[in-house]
C-alpha cells in the first residue's frame, strides 16, 4: 500500500514470487500497472496471483469500462475516463507518488500505440460528479485498465488539473467514463463513492479476501478476476449509466 509503486512495487513482487505468496496493490502510476500485468507469464510460472490497481482510480473507472464496453458488445473506438477523489489526508507517499507520476508527463493510447506528451496536452473540460473539472490526460494507471476492459485502441485517462482551483461539486469521490462505439454512439457512467482513501482501502481488502478464497495464477486489475461489480460490492458506491441508476 505504499508508494510512489514504480520503485517499491518491484522488489516486493519478486519476494511475492520467491516465496509463492499473491500480492496485491493499490498502485495507480501507468508504468508500475503496465510494469506488473508484463508479468503475467512469471507469475503463472510460479503459480503465484499478482493484481495491481485496487483502489479508487484504476478500479473505480474500470468498473465503469466494463459496463459500458460489456453493453456495447464490440471493441469501442475510443474510451475516456477520470476520476476526482475527495481525500481528507495525503500521505507521504501518496504525495511522492503523485510527483513522480506527473513527472512522467502525459501518456495515452493512440491506435493501438503508446503516445508520449508533455504534461498539460489535451487539457480538457469535463463535467461529472455534478461539477466541471479541468483535467489533464495524465500517467496513471486507469489507463491501462480502461484499455484492457474495452480493448479500444485509443484510450486517455484524465486527472485533475493541479493548478486549477478545486471544483465545486458534491460530496464524495467520482469517477467517469466515456465509451464511443464504432458507429460513433456515444455512452457515458459515473460512479460516487465516499472519501476516497477509505474507498480504497475497502476495494483492496475485499480484492484481497477474494484472492486468498483462491483464484487463478496470473498477473490481473480486480476487473479482470471479479468483474463489474467488485468495486460497487466493496464500498456501496453507486454508479448510472447515460443518467440512469444501475
Request: aromatic residues 4%.
Amino acid at each position: 500500500t505504499i508508494g510512489p509503486f514504480a520503485r517499491q512495487a518491484d522488489p516486493v513482487i519478486d519476494a511475492c514470487l520467491a516465496a509463492g505468496l499473491p500480492y496485491v496493490d493499490i498502485a495507480n502510476e501507468w508504468p508500475a500497472v503496465r510494469g506488473l500485468l508484463d508479468r503475467d507469464e512469471q507469475a503463472r510460472a510460479h503459480a503465484v496471483v499478482l493484481v495491481t490497481g485496487a483502489g479508487f482510480g484504476p478500479a473505480a473507472t474500470e468498473t465503469l469500462v466494463l459496463r459500458l464496453a460489456g453493453q456495447m458488445g464490440r471493441a469501442p473506438a475510443g474510451v475516456r475516463v477520470g476520476a476526482a477523489a475527495e481525500v481528507s489526508h495525503r500521505s507521504d507517499g501518496v504525495r511522492q507518488t503523485m510527483r513522480e507520476a506527473i513527472s512522467q508527463g502525459a501518456i495515452t493510447y493512440r491506435d493501438g500505440q503508446v503516445v508520449r506528451q508533455a504534461l498539460g496536452s489535451g487539457a480538457t473540460v469535463l463535467t461529472f460528479g455534478g461539477a466541471q473539472r479541468q483535467m489533464l490526460p495524465g500517467p496513471v494507471g486507469d489507463l491501462e485498465t480502461a484499455r484492457l476492459a474495452s480493448r479500444a485502441a485509443n484510450v486517455v485517462a484524465y486527472i485533475a488539473n493541479p493548478a486549477a482551483p478545486p471544483s465545486s461539486g458534491g460530496a464524495g469521490s467520482y469517477t467517469w467514463a466515456e465509451v464511443t462505439g464504432p458507429d460513433g454512439h456515444i455512452a457515458i457512467a459515473e460512479l460516487v463513492a465516499g472519501e476516497g482513501v477509505r474507498s480504497t482501502a475497502a476495494i483492496a481488502a475485499e480484492t484481497t479476501r477474494r484472492v486468498l478464497a483462491g483464484v487463478a495464477p496470473g498477473a490481473w486489475t480486480p476487473g479482470q478476476l471479479f468483474g463489474a461489480a467488485l468495486v460497487t460490492d466493496a464500498t456501496g458506491a453507486q454508479v448510472t449509466v447515460n443518467g440512469q441508476p444501475i
